[in-house]
Structures are given as structure tokens and as C-alpha cells.
């Protein structure tokens, strides 16, 4: 009598030889930090979308019980565990994408920039693991500061000699989600149909949204830009306030997050026209990083626009931008380099 163990590990290897043989598309994808505030509702809105065939959950604590759960999901993907550092060599090895979420979050009174000291040595570790085991992989990395994380990545990966800038993608998607939600409300329209794109960075003055880019085309009061773009640029700080302590953004991180992957897979499966903002290395402005919209294809960032014109307010805002994020794209550099 096999055990349930056992006809688990061969049934889970059928439904994998049979994706592969019978060219349904299938991506597999690893999200590391996946017992976390962002990690588990994203593993279970990976485990919904159908151009993932495995999904691999790796963390340090609690992934044994969260696989259990999500692989009860009657949705295609087939899903993996693994638990503490001895695992991620398996976690990593042939993964197309892997979307890092590990890292402490804020609380109130925290800048992004306070999570560095933790954060930057856990995206170290993790990046040195895929630069080892699946060195072709798409990175999309949450963890913050991303101003700062972004370049520690390209830093570990160009040490390994794996650096391919197109594949190293920082997420502000939720930036942009926000920016639509909350520029939908003034306008009295469904957020769907909204588009701002937001460049930049992720973190306060960094998070510059082009108000006068939206799309469909509109226009806003003096006011109204003043608030939006105060509203947009703190958002994350509206949501650490209210969750008082417990944490900062994860729900609608992991909405973002699942919606940035689900571009990414697409450009991977080669459809075209997929268009999103990114934290990217950029030759948009002087500094090595920029958020800025990018078109996603089968080798990640295939090309980053540019910032297309600015009115006077914008252009104010990105030279504060760019003066703070400097400081901190340089802070994660030398933190590898030193
Ligand atoms: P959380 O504390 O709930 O979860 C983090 C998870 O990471 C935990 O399960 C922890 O065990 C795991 N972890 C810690 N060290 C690890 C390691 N070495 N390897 C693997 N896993 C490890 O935090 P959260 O709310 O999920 O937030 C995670 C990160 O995402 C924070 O840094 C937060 O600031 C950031 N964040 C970014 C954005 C963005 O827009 N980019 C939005 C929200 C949150
Ligand atoms: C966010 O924008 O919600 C995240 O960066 C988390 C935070 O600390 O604000």
C-alpha cells in the first residue's frame, strides 16, 4: 500500500510530465518568502493563474502548513514546499520566475529605508541562491527598501557573473494600483479603466506619478494634484498607520504582486504589447535605476521607455526623486561592494 506521501510525489510528477508533453503553457515560479503577510495570499493567487504549471514556497518558518493548504486548490499548478536554507537549492532549480517577498516589514514611525540593515542581508542570501541555481530566472523582487534592494541584486549577480539587467525587475506595482484607485475616485470612474503611470521609485518623494499622463486623457485642479500626489507617495505609510504595529501593506501587495507576475509570465509566453512600470536598471535619467514603464517579452525588460513629457510640477518632483534616490541606490551598492 503506497503511502499518501508516495502517491502524492508520483501523481504531482505525472501532472508534470504531462504539462510538458502536452505544450499546455506552464511556467514554473518560486516565491520566496511565501509564508509572510504578502507571501500567502500571493502563493494562493499564483496557484490561480494558469500560465503557472509548479509553484515552489520557500521560507524560513511555516511553509509545511501553508503548501499544505494551498495545494488543496483544485487549480492547476502543482505546488512544493521547502523549509530553511538547506532547501533552497531545490527550491530555485528551474524556475522561469522567482518573485521575492522575504524581508521584515515596517511599523509605525519606520521609514522604508530603517527595514535596510535587516533586509538588504536576507536579499543578499536569496540572490546569491539564484544566481547558483537558476541563474536565467526573472527576478521580481518586494522586499524594501527597493531602492535600495534592486541595486544589492544586480550587484550579487554581477559578482556571479549571472547579471542580465532585463531580468532583474523591482515591483512598484502597487504604486501604480493605488494611483489608479485613488485618481478613479476623484474622476468617478472605475479604476479599471484607469492608467497612471507612476516612475521614479518606491519610497516618498520617490514615488512620482504622471498626473498628466493618465489615462484616458484628463485633467485635475491644483488641488486635486496636490492630493493625489501626496496620497500616492504615502500610501504605503496610510496603510502601516491603520494596521498600527501589525505590519505594513499585504493584501493589495499581493494583488499587485500576483498582476506584476502575471505581466511578466505573459511577456515569457511571448504576447505582446504587455506594458507595466518597473524599478529597472534605466538610461532614462543619469541614475543606474528608475522606475519607469516597461514592455515585458520572453527576455523580461525588452524595453523601458521614456518619461515623455513633464509639466513643471512633475519636473520639480523628479529632481527631488532623483536626489533621494541616488542616495540609496549608491547605499545598496556599496553594501555588496564594501
Ligand atoms: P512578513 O514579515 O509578514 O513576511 C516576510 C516573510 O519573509 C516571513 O514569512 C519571513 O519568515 C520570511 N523571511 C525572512 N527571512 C527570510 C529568508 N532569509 N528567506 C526566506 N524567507 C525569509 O512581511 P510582509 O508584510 O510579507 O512584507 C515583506 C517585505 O515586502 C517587507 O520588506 C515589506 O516592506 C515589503 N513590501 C514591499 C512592497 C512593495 O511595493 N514593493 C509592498 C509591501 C511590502
Ligand atoms: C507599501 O508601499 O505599502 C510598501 O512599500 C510597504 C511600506 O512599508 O509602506
Known amino acids: 500500500q503506497p503511502s499518501s506521501t508516495q502517491m502524492e510525489g508520483s501523481s504531482l510528477l505525472r501532472r508534470e510530465n504531462c504539462r510538458a508533453k502536452g505544450g499546455a503553457p506552464g511556467f514554473k515560479v518560486a516565491i520566496l518568502g511565501a509564508a509572510g503577510g504578502i507571501g500567502q495570499p500571493l502563493a494562493l493567487l499564483m496557484k490561480m493563474n494558469p500560465l503557472v504549471s509548479v509553484l515552489h514556497l520557500y521560507d524560513v518558518v511555516n511553509t509545511p502548513g501553508v503548501t499544505a493548504d494551498i495545494s488543496h486548490m483544485d487549480t492547476g499548478a502543482v505546488v512544493r514546499g521547502f523549509l530553511g536554507q538547506p532547501q533552497l537549492e531545490s527550491a530555485l532549480t528551474g524556475m522561469d520566475l522567482v518573485i521575492i517577498p522575504a524581508g521584515i516589514p515596517r511599523k509605525p514611525g519606520m521609514t522604508r529605508d530603517d527595514l535596510f540593515k535587516i533586509n538588504a542581508g536576507i536579499v543578499q542570501t536569496l540572490c546569491e541562491g539564484v544566481a547558483k541555481f537558476c541563474p536565467h530566472a526573472i527576478v521580481n523582487l518586494i522586499s524594501n527598501p527597493v531602492n535600495s534592494t534592486v541595486p544589492i541584486a544586480a550587484e550579487v549577480f554581477k559578482r556571479a557573473g549571472t547579471y542580465d539587467p532585463k531580468r532583474l525587475l523591482g515591483v512598484t506595482t502597487l504604486d501604480v494600483v493605488r494611483a489608479n484607485t485613488f485618481v478613479a475616485e476623484v474622476?468617478?470612474?472605475?479604476?479599471?479603466?484607469?492608467?497612471?503611470?507612476?516612475?521614479?521609485?518606491?519610497?516618498?518623494?520617490?514615488?512620482?506619478?504622471?498626473?498628466?499622463?493618465?489615462?484616458?486623457?484628463?485633467?485635475?485642479?491644483?488641488?486635486?494634484?496636490?492630493?493625489?500626489?501626496?496620497?500616492?507617495?504615502?500610501?504605503?505609510?496610510?496603510?502601516?498607520e491603520a494596521k498600527a504595529g501589525t505590519g505594513s501593506a499585504t493584501l493589495s501587495m499581493a494583488f499587485a504582486a500576483a498582476k506584476f507576475a502575471d505581466t511578466c509570465l505573459r511577456g515569457l509566453h511571448g504576447d505582446a504589447g504587455i506594458i507595466e512600470c518597473s524599478f529597472v536598471a534605466s538610461q532614462v535619467t543619469e541614475l543606474p535605476f528608475f522606475a519607469a514603464k516597461v514592455r515585458l517579452g520572453r527576455g523580461g525588460a525588452e524595453e523601458i521607455f521614456p518619461l515623455g513629457p513633464l509639466n513643471e510640477f512633475e519636473r520639480v518632483g523628479l529632481e527631488k526623486a532623483k536626489k533621494e534616490l541616488a542616495g540609496s541606490i549608491e547605499k545598496g551598492i556599496s553594501f555588496i561592494r564594501k
Not at 518606491?202 to 494634484?225: A, K, M, R
Open 187 to 240: 474622476l468617478g470612474v472605475n479604476p479599471k479603466d484607469v492608467n497612471v503611470p507612476v516612475v521614479g521609485g518606491h519610497s516618498g518623494v520617490t514615488i512620482l506619478p504622471l498626473l498628466s499622463q493618465v489615462n484616458p486623457p484628463c485633467s485635475f485642479t491644483p488641488d486635486e494634484i496636490s492630493y493625489l500626489t501626496d496620497r500616492i507617495q504615502n500610501g504605503g505609510t496610510e496603510v502601516v
